[in-house]
């Protein structure tokens, strides 16, 4: 049960890391 409800916590922190390298990587793009 405890995998259940820490997956989507887990995921949902992996896609905000991973948003925010993105940002980061677009924000040097364009400078």
């Not at 409800?5 to 925010?20: A, D, E, N, Q």
Request: hydrophobic share 55%; glycine share 4%.
């Amino acid at each position: 049960v405890s995998m259940q409800t820490g997956m989507p916590t887990c995921i949902i922190f992996f896609s905000l890391l991973h948003y925010f390298h993105l940002t980061n990587f677009f924000w040097m793009f364009v400078e």
